[in-house]
């Protein structure tokens, strides 16, 4: 059975820095995209930033140059660094693994909280 677990989250102040972490257990994890998403309070979940298994990069407009998002495949981790966060980042921030033709796998998400 495939899981994704994050780690990482919490409460900082506006301006701070959090590193997410999602730790697969999955034999085949570098032929997977990796999506970070959010779900903010009362809205849909959005796509943040993924980054497919030969390492093309995509952000969100709201998020490009704050965050970065990084792979390790030996590791079987991805990452989602964020840097100077706004109370508007404030989310549930979950994991997934996606490939064109076989089954997504979500993780069970981390809460993220921006606040003085």
């Known amino acids: 059975q495939v899981q994704l677990v994050e780690s990482g989250g919490g409460l900082v102040q506006p301006g701070g820095s959090l590193r997410l972490s999602c730790q697969a257990s999955?034999?085949?994890?570098?032929?997977?995209?990796v999506g970070w998403y959010r779900q903010p309070p009362g809205k849909q979940r959005e796509l943040v930033a993924s980054?497919?298994?030969?390492?093309?990069?995509n952000y969100a407009d709201s998020v490009k140059g704050r965050f970065t998002i990084s792979r390790d495949n030996a590791k079987k981790m991805g990452y989602l660094q964020m840097n100077r966060l706004k109370p508007e980042d404030k989310a549930v921030y979950y994991c997934?693994?996606?490939?064109?033709?076989?089954?997504?796998?979500w993780g069970q998400g981390t809460q993220v909280t921006v606040s003085s």
């Open positions: 997934k693994l996606f490939n064109a033709g076989r089954q997504d796998f």
């Open positions: 999955i034999i085949f994890f570098s032929a997977y995209a």
């Open positions: 980054i497919s298994k030969d390492g093309t990069i």
